[in-house]
């Protein structure tokens, strides 16, 4: 089983920039599809955007489509999330997740592993 580890949240100001790391201990991480997901107090777990295997397809929501940037780099089994012009709405625990599968999915229940989550906060 695959375990994700995510870093790099923390408190921004609005219009500012982080990029959050998740750290996968499986040897295949290759062959697992990955996203990260958000989850704001009182909303529901939202996809944020995902990657394929390789790198060359990835995946959006439309509420962060410009601005935020998925990548991954399989020979450090690690995938990332480069927010750029963070808004106080995207304030959330945003978390890492792998799906054992090749295609794109937006369903959180879809996702069969799950990192513990990293804060960020966006001030105004």
């Known amino acids: 089983q695959v375990q994700l580890a995510e870093s790099g949240g923390g408190l921004v100001q609005t219009g500012g920039s982080l990029r959050l790391s998740c750290a996968a201990s499986?040897?295949?991480?290759?062959?697992?599809?990955m996203a990260w997901f958000r989850q704001a107090p009182g909303n529901e777990r939202e996809f944020v955007a995902a990657?394929?295997?390789?790198?060359?397809?990835?995946y959006y929501a439309d509420s962060i489509k410009g601005r935020f940037f998925i990548s991954r780099d399989n020979a450090k089994n690690t995938v990332y999330l480069r927010m750029n012009s963070l808004k106080p709405e995207d304030t959330a625990v945003y978390y890492c997740?792998?799906?054992?599968?090749?295609?794109?999915?937006?369903?959180?229940?879809?996702?069969?592993?799950w990192g513990q989550g990293t804060q960020v906060t966006v001030s105004s």
């Open positions: 997740a792998a799906r054992a599968a090749w295609t794109y999915s937006s369903y959180s229940y879809e996702y069969g592993y």
């Open positions: 499986e040897r295949s991480f290759s062959s697992y599809f």
């Open positions: 990657i394929n295997w390789g790198g060359g397809s990835t």
